[in-house]
């Protein structure tokens, strides 16, 4: 079951596509998150909506936000990804353990082997103030995650 508005974000740390770790922690006091799961690099959808992201970066990385993207890729797989999309926010890893922290958020597709399509705007105080979840084939609306910061 995928956490829902009021829960406490489950702590992660994950490494990033240069190999550094990242901790939701790391924002806790600081930063409100938008922790989008997907399911895969170099898909059409996963690809649409990240390059999506890009293109409106500062509504997504600035001084009070910060977007994370995770995918149950190595961490190889997530740099070329990056470079090749022009991709300039974390792209994390949830490879090894596969799957665990898409499991802790509860949007882990055990039969396919990867996270659906979950999105989680997490506040300052690490407590999720919103969120989406979607089957693999169905892209998410980038104007809800601006309407629900916005609401912060």
Request: charged share 25%.
């Amino acid at each position: 079951m995928a956490i829902e508005v009021g829960d406490k974000a489950p702590e992660f740390e994950l490494k990033d596509n240069h190999g550094r770790t990242v901790a939701l922690s790391d924002y806790r006091g600081e930063k409100n998150v938008v922790l989008l799961f997907y399911p895969f690099a170099f898909t059409g959808v996963c690809t649409g909506e990240l390059c999506a992201l890009r293109d409106e970066l500062p509504t997504f990385v600035n001084e009070d936000t910060q977007l994370l993207a995770v995918s149950n890729d190595s961490i190889h797989t997530l740099r070329v990804y990056a470079e090749q999309e022009g991709l300039e926010y974390p792209l994390l890893s949830d490879f090894w353990p596969h799957g665990d922290t898409s499991r802790d958020y509860g949007v882990f597709d055990e039969e396919k082997g990867c996270a659906v399509r979950g999105t989680f705007i997490i506040d300052k105080e690490g407590i999720v103030r919103w969120t989406v979840v979607n089957g693999l084939p169905d892209a998410r609306d980038l104007n809800d995650y601006v309407a629900a910061l916005g609401a912060l």
